[in-house]
């Protein structure tokens, strides 16, 4: 599985919120600087993100953003979801398989993708955080 950069940059930026101190806002810029992203897109992650309320924003001189709950209920499914949409696989309506193929192959892709999306649930941010986790 091959994750996005934006997903990526926003996986990133969330660890860093959760390891923050709780409840203290954390400016885009600050994120941008410690994790070598670029600022104006990394905006628009975050934005996204608080819109899914994974993370909260603060407006004013010392707002930025914040978590929306704790690590240990936030998804690494929630997150890819949040910023690429659905975790899927849908084959071509028109794909020159001979009858039934298509239809077997769309049923053993199907099983494939909620394997990993179970699996990508089951991972919490906090656990990400945990030395070995």
């Known amino acids: ?61 010392g707002g930025g953003f914040t978590l929306g709950r704790r690590a240990s209920e936030i998804s690494l499914l929630e997150l890819i979801e949040a910023i690429d949409g659905p975790v899927g696989a849908m084959l071509p309506l028109r794909t020159g398989f001979p009858p039934g193929v298509r239809d077997r192959l769309q049923e053993a892709l199907s099983q494939i993708v909620a394997t990993t999306r179970s699996q990508l649930d089951a991972i919490k941010l906090a656990s990400l955080l945990e030395p070995g986790g």
């Open 1 to 61: 599985m091959k994750l996005s950069q934006s997903v990526t940059y926003a996986i990133h930026a969330v660890l860093r919120l959760a390891e923050s101190r709780e409840g203290t806002p954390v400016s885009c810029g600050r994120l941008a600087e410690k994790g070598k992203m670029p600022e104006r897109f990394l905006l628009q992650i975050l934005r996204d993100l608080a819109k899914q309320g994974i993370l909260q924003s603060t407006r004013g001189g």
